[in-house]
């Protein structure tokens, strides 16, 4: 079966709220207090602006990224590689831009054109649409949780069919899912350090039972400045029926800025 789930954007306007029982999740010695609501408001507002910075950066960047496409049972004893794609990719009015793609050693014109489960938006767009549900979606604190050396706190909302901005799209059916978000704020600078999106509310004659989706940030740096970037992200299908998964890993890599003069040549892509 061959589909992809795309991401396109939700810009509604609806206030945020931090959600009341943070006060009963244990806080680690080594961070500030944001049990209130008061505080947690602060930090989502934080969160907003510092995504608004990152988005704007992403603007300026482009990198390699490297996909690893699996599949197996649900139980991962019967996993084997599919194959490898490798495109390079820069982030343009407000969506990702592949090009120089390969599937293996074999040339391919774009994303669209390789079977199997790909998916497309986790370096720029799946960012951008956090940010803004963020804001136009109830929000719950969920706990504490240190990634890398980062103290975070993680918050959750819900965004329905209605709502979505997510489109899967199998064979010539295309559908809107329902979906859950966990995002990983650092509690220090208020930056999205990771965003892990889940679906289980699928149409049942797709077949498909789950699909999660996510993308973890790290610091990049470049001509002696750091900068948080995209660095992983992982995209998995189950399938019910069949008890099986697909599942890709990727990675970014190989960042750097462009100009005047690569911008001229990035102007042949839109």
Same mark, same amino acid.
């Given at each position: 079966m061959s589909f992809r789930a795309t991401f396109w954007l939700f810009l509604s306007a609806l206030a945020a709220a931090a959600a009341p029982g943070a006060d009963s999740i244990p806080k680690p010695d080594n961070v500030p207090d944001i049990t209130t609501p008061k505080s947690q408001t602060q930090l989502l507002e934080k969160a907003r602006l510092a995504n608004d910075d990152l988005y704007a950066n992403l603007k300026s960047f482009v990198c390699a990224e490297e996909i690893q496409r699996y599949k197996?049972? #649900?139980h991962g004893s019967k996993t084997h590689s599919v194959d490898h794609v490798s495109a390079n990719l820069s982030f343009e009015n407000g969506v990702?831009?592949?090009?120089?793609?390969?599937?293996?050693?074999?040339?391919?014109?774009?994303?669209?054109?390789?079977?199997?489960?790909?998916?497309?938006?986790?370096?720029?767009?799946? #960012?951008?649409?956090?940010?803004?549900? #963020?804001?136009?979606?109830?929000?719950?604190?969920?706990?504490?949780e240190t990634l890398g050396q980062n103290p975070t706190a993680i918050y959750r909302f819900n965004v329905s069919e209605e709502e979505s901005p997510w489109e899967l799209?199998?064979?010539?059916?295309?559908?809107?899912?329902?979906?859950?978000?966990?995002?990983?704020?650092?509690?220090?600078?208020?930056?999205?350090?990771?965003?892990?999106?889940?679906?289980?509310?699928?149409?049942?004659?797709?077949?498909i039972?789950?699909?999660?989706?996510?993308?973890? #940030?790290?610091?990049v740096d470049l001509n002696g400045k750091s900068w948080l970037l995209p660095t992983a992200a992982a995209y998995s299908v189950e399938y019910a029926d069949s008890k099986r998964r697909e599942w890709n890993e990727m990675s970014f890599s190989g960042y750097h800025r462009y100009g005047s003069e690569s911008s001229l040549r990035?102007?042949?892509?839109q």
């Open positions: 197996g049972d #649900l990702e831009r592949y090009y120089d793609i390969r599937q293996n050693a074999r040339t391919r014109p774009d994303i669209a054109s390789i079977a199997g489960a790909w998916s497309e938006g986790e370096f720029g767009t799946l #960012l951008q649409q956090t940010g803004r549900l #963020l804001e136009t979606q109830p929000v719950t604190f969920v706990a504490f799209e199998v064979g010539s059916d295309h559908y809107r899912v329902p979906f859950t978000t966990d995002v990983w704020i650092s509690v220090a600078s208020g930056e999205i350090l990771k965003i892990a999106r889940k679906s289980i509310a699928i149409p049942a004659e797709t077949r039972s789950e699909i999660t989706w996510d993308v973890t #940030l790290g610091a990035f102007d042949g892509f």
